[in-house]
T-cell receptor, first 113, second 112 residues
Framework: KAGVTQTPRYLIKTRGQQVTLSCSPI?????VSWYQQTPGQGLQFLFEYFSETQRNKGNFPGRFSGRQFSNSRSEMNVSTLELGDSALYLC????????????FGQGTRLTVV | GESVGLHLPTLSVQEGDNSIINCAYS??????FIWYKQESGKGPQFIIDIRSNMDKRQGQRVTVLLNKTVKHLSLQIAATQPGDSAVYFCAEEKGGSYIPTFGRGTSLIVHP
């Protein structure tokens, strides 16, 4: 079956703009989690959505938000982009809530200039 | 494995050797631990997990050991292959939080 699909793969934005990233989970998976990966901070948890509800949130400012649709597809939005938001954004899906045997997508590489 | 700045600790092994990757976790309340493998240009891949009521868990060619006394986790890879070359992360979760905290990773290089 198809894996986790993230679009776009690469994105360049200007400071102050906003961006929306998309994640399509594995069919049947109801949980989608988002992560930010940078060389300086490593892999950090952003938030998790399960059954269209945000269930958990990491320590990121309110500029980072997300949502999940009834088909479990998820989007994350970053508003008022800062240079420090440049990162690889990963999403992962799992059947149930939490990270048990989560499957990751290849990520969206966001560059803020 | 903890990193210093941008540089990950690196473990270099010969093909066929056994590899041991270590991870020190920070929260004594953590009760769920996961190891991930990340190859260049790809997202992390789940390898194996363990809950705090266990000390050891085995998978295919991999074993995870948990020492709660010293808050230490290790991943053992048997008969390491060139395809095992990747960055390996550990992650910890505190009881029912579903919020993982990741280690900085260890780069494993397998020489043929």
């Amino acid at each position: 079956k198809a894996g986790v699909t993230q679009t776009p793969r690469y994105l360049i934005k200007t400071r102050g703009q906003q961006v929306t990233l998309s994640c399509s989970p594995i069919s049947g998976h109801r949980s989608v989690s988002w992560y930010q990966q940078t060389p300086g901070q490593g892999l950090q948890f952003l938030f998790e959505y399960f059954s269209e509800t945000q269930r958990n949130k990491g320590n990121f400012p309110g500029r980072f938000s997300g949502r999940q649709f009834s088909n479990s597809r998820s989007e994350m939005n970053v508003s008022t982009l800062e240079l420090g938001d440049s990162a690889l954004y990963l999403c992962a899906s799992s059947e149930g809530q939490g990270n048990t045997e989560a499957f990751f997508g290849q990520g969206t590489r966001l560059t803020v200039v | 494995g903890e990193s210093v700045g941008l540089h990950l600790p690196t473990l270099s092994v010969q093909e066929g050797d056994n590899s041991i990757i270590n991870c020190a976790y920070s929260n004594s309340a953590s009760d769920y631990f996961i190891w991930y493998k990340q190859e260049s240009g790809k997202g992390p891949q789940f390898i194996i997990d363990i809950r705090s009521n266990m000390d050891k868990r085995q998978g295919q060619r991999v074993t995870v050991l948990l020492n709660k006394t010293v808050k230490h986790l290790s991943l053992q890879i048997a008969a390491t292959q060139p395809g095992d070359s990747a960055v390996y992360f550990c992650a910890e979760e505190k009881g029912g939080s579903y919020i993982p905290t990741f280690g900085r990773g260890t780069s494993l290089i397998v020489h043929p």
